[in-house]
């Protein structure tokens, strides 16, 4: 299945960041762990998203309560996380995100 916002949102944030003058901290101001975040809304995987972090060796939040509270962790999911995804981006420069879909009828019938 082809999504469009997966490669809108690459497309933004990977090719044309550095044209509209997106700047990020330098590294030597930002914590220098590794993290990856997903930034999918609920009911797109995230929960089984935040076990195969765990599984992989991430210490992992799901559903954190806000940006701060990541600061614990190695990785994190949910709508909190898609909500903050340009902060947590601008916080940790060398950060990876993972985008979760679904297709929206089922994500609707999933929340009755």
Partial sequence: MNHPQRWFIW???VELRPRLG????????TDQ???????GLGKTGTTSLC???AHLGYKT???PSSVEAVQNY???ADNSVAAAFRKL??????SKFVLTLRPVTEWLASWE
């Fill in 51 to 53: 076990m195969a972090f």
């Fill in 89 to 94: 981006d601008w916080r940790y420069p060398q």
């Fill in 11 to 13: 497309l933004i944030w």
């Fill in 33 to 39: 762990k590794r993290r990856v975040f997903g930034i």
């Fill in 22 to 29: 997106f700047k990020r901290k330098s590294s030597a101001s």
């Fill in 74 to 76: 190695d990785a994190a």
């Fill in 61 to 63: 939040v799901h559903l």
